[in-house]
């Protein structure tokens, strides 16, 4: 008999394959174009920007009245992430909504776009895991939504890197700094920021802005929910269940 399980099982032996490729060279001279860039930008411009998608990060991440739905204490995978997918197409619908609204509506509007999209992506990660099983008042928990963020949005030199941390979670988890002020904030906003830029600054032309934003945001909402679900993924084939004490 064929396991249920085996196509997500599939799924993820394809996307783990793919997190892991080294960078190419395309991906490489990218990276270098985007550090000189980086650095034609004055320090008190990073420093700016660094603070700025931190607090955002940080108000919407590790902000309690943001945790909204109870983790899920039982059911299927096949059932989880039917209920998963659901989630991520209202996500992604409203994300391309917006980024439509915004997009036409200028320069103003379209630099809008930026925090309510962050926002969006950030409670679609938190409603996921907790359709997983996983409790996102624990503070681990919040961190691990953070690295699935940096997966997702990052240059494959970094996404090497992050994926490592997220299959040895059990392990690594314990050695997160107490305090979220410690996460290297500076490399999450240059990669995420570089990862987008090309798409955001389309959405900012008059005429085109709206289809621009409204296709990105798309975009960006489903590569963030595929992220997140073979992320997840990992964990409930390693058998690490979510922790019991926090379902009570």
């Not at 619908?93 to 925090?115: H, K, M, Q």
């Not at 975009?219 to 009570?248: D, V």
């Given at each position: 008999?064929?396991?249920?399980?085996?196509?997500?099982?599939?799924?993820?032996?394809?996307?783990?394959?793919?997190?892991?490729?080294?960078?190419?060279?395309?991906?490489?001279?990218?990276?270098?174009?985007?550090?000189?860039?980086?650095?034609?930008?004055?320090?008190?411009?990073?420093?700016?920007?660094?603070?700025?998608?931190?607090?955002?990060?940080?108000?919407?991440?590790?902000?309690?009245?943001?945790?909204?739905?109870?983790?899920?204490?039982?059911?299927?995978?096949?059932?989880?992430?039917?209920?998963?997918?659901?989630?991520?197409?209202?996500?992604?619908?409203?994300?391309?909504?917006?980024?439509?609204?915004?997009?036409?509506?200028?320069?103003?509007?379209?630099?809008?776009?930026?925090?309510?999209?962050?926002?969006i992506k950030l409670k679609l990660l938190f409603d996921v895991a907790a359709l997983y099983g996983y409790d996102a008042r624990?503070?681990?928990?919040?961190?691990?939504?953070?690295?699935?963020?940096?997966?997702?949005?990052?240059?494959?030199?970094?996404?090497?890197?992050?994926?490592?941390?997220?299959?040895?979670?059990?392990?690594?988890?314990?050695?997160?700094?107490?305090?979220?002020?410690?996460?290297?904030?500076?490399?999450?906003?240059?990669?995420?920021?570089?990862?987008?830029?090309?798409?955001?600054m389309a959405q900012l032309v008059p005429v085109i802005g709206a289809a621009v934003g409204a296709v990105a945001n798309y975009?960006?909402?489903?590569?963030?929910?595929?992220?997140?679900?073979?992320?997840?993924?990992?964990?409930?084939?390693?058998?690490?269940?979510?922790?019991?004490?926090?379902?009570?």
């Open positions: 008999m064929l396991n249920p399980d085996q196509p997500a099982r599939d799924e993820l032996h394809a996307w783990q394959q793919k997190m892991q490729r080294p960078p190419s060279l395309l991906n490489r001279v990218a990276r270098r174009v985007q550090a000189r860039l980086n650095a034609l930008l004055p320090e008190k411009v990073h420093v700016a920007i660094t603070a700025a998608i931190k607090q955002m990060v940080r108000g919407v991440l590790f902000g309690s009245e943001y945790v909204t739905q109870k983790p899920l204490p039982q059911g299927t995978l096949a059932e989880r992430e039917e209920a998963v997918r659901r989630r991520i197409r209202a996500y992604r619908n409203t994300a391309a909504a917006e980024g439509a609204v915004t997009g036409a509506g200028g320069f103003l509007l379209g630099l809008a776009d930026f925090p309510l999209l962050l926002s624990d503070y681990s928990e919040r961190v691990y939504l953070l690295h699935i963020f940096q997966l997702a949005f990052s240059s494959q030199h970094t996404r090497n890197e992050t994926y490592q941390h997220l299959t040895t979670w059990e392990t690594y988890r314990h050695t997160l700094p107490p305090d979220a002020h410690d996460f290297d904030w500076r490399t999450f906003q240059q990669e995420y920021r570089d990862y987008i830029d090309l798409a955001k975009r960006l909402l489903e590569q963030l929910g595929e992220t997140a679900i073979n992320c997840y993924r990992m964990r409930w084939f390693e058998g690490q269940e979510p922790k019991k004490e926090l379902l009570s």
